[in-house]
């Protein structure tokens, strides 16, 4: 290490080099859309997002993964997190877990006997989701079943468990079809289906995308927009939000 102090100008070079590497991660942390512009992306979450220390923690942790992509973004998770609260929810439903952040965000929004039942196949993933349920104290709350999704979903069926509130799928995308009619079974009338990356990076507009995850994703939007059962709007947060209300 140098003995030499910086002279002045040095020093300041280097503190605007650190803000700017500091601003790249941040941006890089937040800009979940292709789109929304990064910047207002950014001026969203600055300005409403009232993230808790823990879901902070466990965003950074996540961000150095290499399939950080995904998580969900803090403004998602914020928007499910008022949902819940507008709903009364108190048993939810989460089809894929990865590290955890969209189960801790609505861990932290029920009420302290709330219910969610997580589907996830991966100990990697959700033994990080699991510290940091516990440092939020929210561990109680969260029915982890290391799984195929379709497997925990047919088991509640079968057991005529309880409706839940809300529903939240996140997992394969080849396999949302199901999850989605699955979820249709298990959530209450007036409660919600939450569909996430239902825009696919824009994929989805491409006619030419013949790719398994694109169609099915295809089919989920289209399925939605015409179903009946439900009441629903798809929203451009993040990659794309499908909320069907089941009537």
């Given at each position: ?25 941040m941006q890089a942390m937040t800009a979940k859309s292709k789109f929304v512009d ?131 799928i996140d997992a394969d995308k080849e396999s949302v079809n199901a999850y989605y ?62 909320v069907a209300r089941k009537r």
């Amino acid at each position: 290490m140098s003995v030499c102090p910086q002279k002045p100008g040095q020093q300041l070079r280097a503190s605007e080099d650190s803000r700017a590497l500091r601003h790249g991660m941040m941006q890089a942390m937040t800009a979940k859309s292709k789109f929304v512009d990064p910047k207002i992306q950014e001026y969203i979450i600055g300005t409403t997002v009232r993230e808790h220390p823990v879901l902070r923690e466990l965003r950074e942790e996540t961000f150095a993964l290499e399939n950080a992509r995904m998580a969900i973004g803090p403004e998602q998770g914020q928007l499910m997190a008022l949902l819940a609260h507008l709903t009364g929810a108190r048993r939810y439903l989460e089809i894929g877990v990865f590290t955890g952040y969209s189960s801790l965000a609505m861990a932290l929004a029920l009420p302290e006997d709330g219910y969610i039942l997580a589907c996830e196949v991966s100990d990697d993933y959700t033994s990080v989701a699991r510290r940091y349920w516990t440092k939020a104290g929210v561990a109680h709350k969260i029915d982890l079943r290391i799984a195929p999704a379709l497997e925990t979903l047919d088991g509640a069926i079968s057991e005529d468990c309880a409706p839940f509130d809300m529903a939240f799928i996140d997992a394969d995308k080849e396999s949302v079809n199901a999850y989605y009619e699955r979820a249709l079974r298990l959530v209450r009338p007036g409660g919600l289906i939450m569909v996430d990356n239902v825009l696919w990076g824009g994929a989805v507009l491409d006619p030419q995308d013949e790719d398994p995850d694109t169609l099915a994703l295809r089919e989920v939007n289209v399925r939605a927009g015409r179903d009946e059962r439900v009441d629903v709007a798809l929203l451009p947060v993040c990659d794309g939000l499908l909320v069907a209300r089941k009537r």
